[in-house]
């Protein structure tokens, strides 16, 4: 771990790569490299070959396409990932600037020109040397560059971090919150700081925890019980957004599931009135009539086939919500 400081003077811990992670991401960046290099010697040989074109030109063209595997690989990757190589990328690693923020352009290319001396030109020992000798694991590039490689993919019993507990009353008081406003954003950061905790200093807690808590009070009402601690407001917004969300994807399994209200299955559909279904002026004993939708004509007896069912023709049935009428059960 190193302690970084950022921008606003709050000191972060973040996981240091080890120096056989960035060996192992490096020997596959090199790989690729060295591959792409036969490749684009090989393609510029036979172009050189069959145009007939003199030894200086294709020297040129073969140094071009080696500064641009050599220093463009590194420096374009990077610059566009933020910090990243394919190397990187298998082994979980990333550089970024020494106050915890992403690579800039400029930060990759003295880390590209830096790496032609201290890896290319002198086989790497340089920067096997200044990796050893550094807290942070830094080579020259790095030192030169103000950047440093973190682990970005921990272990798993750093993963494995569970949530601060609940207390009985913020759970109460989280049940009449009002969510509707909590972006998917600002609950997932709050989620990772809850989560990194136990990898953060007092100081950075505090001051995370403040920032965090009043971004989501902007979000999320009613506020919170006075002295409720920032760290436990969080984690209880976040359970209770947690506990809809399971509640809501039940009902939304309940209501697709063929089980309830599928046809042929013996069970009433939507709409439709089932046993000891009670209507608006109460239940309805048979021979007693009620009202039809549609125009007025005779009543017919609760019960009481209709002289269109006896005569085999489809019944007409008012919706179930239609002013002036319900419709009876089959």
């Known amino acids: 771990m190193a302690e970084v400081v950022t921008g606003e003077a709050v000191i972060l811990d973040v996981p240091c790569a080890r120096f ?3 060996l192992l991401a490096l020997a596959l960046d090199l790989l690729i ?57 298998a082994l979980g690693l990333r550089v970024v600037s020494d106050d915890g923020g992403p690579e800039r ?11 032609v001396v201290e890896i290319w030109l002198l086989l790497g020992c340089p920067a096997l040397i200044c990796s050893l000798l550094s807290e942070r694991g830094k080579r020259l590039g790095d030192v030169f560059a103000g950047t440093f490689v973190i682990q970005r993919r921990l272990p798993a019993r750093h993963n494995a971090a569970t949530l601060p507990a609940v207390s009985p009353e913020l759970a109460l008081w989280g049940a009449s ?8 954003q600002t609950a997932e950061t709050a989620r990772r700081y809850l989560a990194r ?4 200093t007092p100081a950075a807690q505090a001051e995370l925890g403040e920032r965090l808590a009043g971004a989501v009070r902007a979000q999320v009402s009613p506020l919170p019980p006075p002295g ?27 209501r697709g599931s063929p089980e309830r209200g599928a046809p042929g299955r013996g069970l009433p559909g939507p709409g439709s009135p089932g046993p000891g279904w009670v209507g608006p002026a109460g239940p309805r004993p048979a021979g007693e009539s009620y009202p039809r939708a549609g125009p007025p004509g005779p009543a017919v007896a609760w019960g009481e086939p209709t002289e269109a069912a006896r005569e085999g023709e489809p019944e007409h049935i008012p919706p179930a919500n239609g002013a002036g009428g319900f419709a009876p059960p089959a």
């Open 197 to 200: 905790l136990p990898e953060l």
């Open 20 to 22: 056989p992670s960035r």
């Open 228 to 254: 409720t601690p920032a760290v436990a407001y969080l984690s209880a917004v976040l359970a209770e957004r947690r506990n809809r969300e399971h509640a809501r994807l039940a009902v939304s399994a309940a």
């Open 33 to 89: 490299q060295g591959i792409l290099l036969f490749a684009l010697f090989l393609i510029v040989g036979l172009a050189v070959t069959n145009d007939g074109t003199t030894s200086a030109t294709a020297g040129a063209i073969a140094l071009t396409v080696t500064i641009a595997i050599i220093v463009g690989y590194p420096v374009l990757w990077e610059t566009l990932t933020r910090g990243g190589t394919p190397g990187k990328f």
């Open 105 to 115: 352009f400029r930060q990759a290319l003295v880390r590209g020109l830096a790496a």
């Open 177 to 184: 919150l009002e969510m509707s406003g909590l972006t998917d």
